[in-house]
């Protein structure tokens, strides 16, 4: 009788909380995750590599989040933020990341802005450039849904 053929099913991404306890943070076919919204100072990223018979190996490292300079605007970020070549990628989980990406730049807007003394105009305007790269990501998706739909390693990108 023939030995069962294992082969890599998923790779799991995640940050050790405090205690050194893993919270994941994606499950995905694809080898790469972006970790996006890290708090500032130190954070452990990890990996693991998952088979079809769940075993697993893991690797992990520390890396430093720095406070974003004093005259970072998140205005001319967003601006920068391109829908086009995360589309281009032609992969759901770059689109995805790209997602959590602007979420965080949004958060850090609200934050920020507040702090610097910012003016409900200025506020209005950041708002305005995250809605509008937020629709064009969800018109990118919607326009791609049949593709994505259909490709059982896009589905496992999404899919927990």
């Known amino acids: ?5 294992c082969t890599l099913h998923r790779f799991d991404f995640g940050v050790k909380g405090a205690g050194g306890s893993r919270q994941v943070m994606a499950s995905s076919a ?3 995750f972006v970790y996006s919204g890290l708090p ?24 430093t989040v720095n406070a974003a300079p004093a005259d970072f605007k998140v205005a001319d970020a967003i601006t920068a933020f391109d829908v086009g ?3 281009n990628a ?3 989980s770059v689109l995805a990341n790209g997602a959590q990406a602007l979420q965080s730049l949004s958060s850090y807007a609200g934050k920020a802005e507040a702090a ?7 506020n209005a305007q ?18 791609n849904a049949d593709s994505y739909i259909n490709d059982p390693q896009t589905m496992n990108q999404v899919r927990p």
């Open 1 to 5: 009788m023939p030995a069962a053929i």
């Open 30 to 32: 694809a080898p790469t």
């Open 40 to 63: 500032i100072g130190q954070n452990t990223l990890w990996v693991c590599a998952v088979d079809s018979d769940r075993a697993q190996t893991c690797a992990e490292t520390v890396v």
């Open 85 to 87: 070549q995360l589309s």
């Open 90 to 92: 032609g992969d759901v």
């Open 116 to 122: 610097a003394g910012r003016t409900a105009q200025d």
């Open 126 to 143: 950041v708002q305005a450039l995250i809605a509008a790269k937020a629709g064009s990501m969800i018109n990118t998706l919607a326009n």
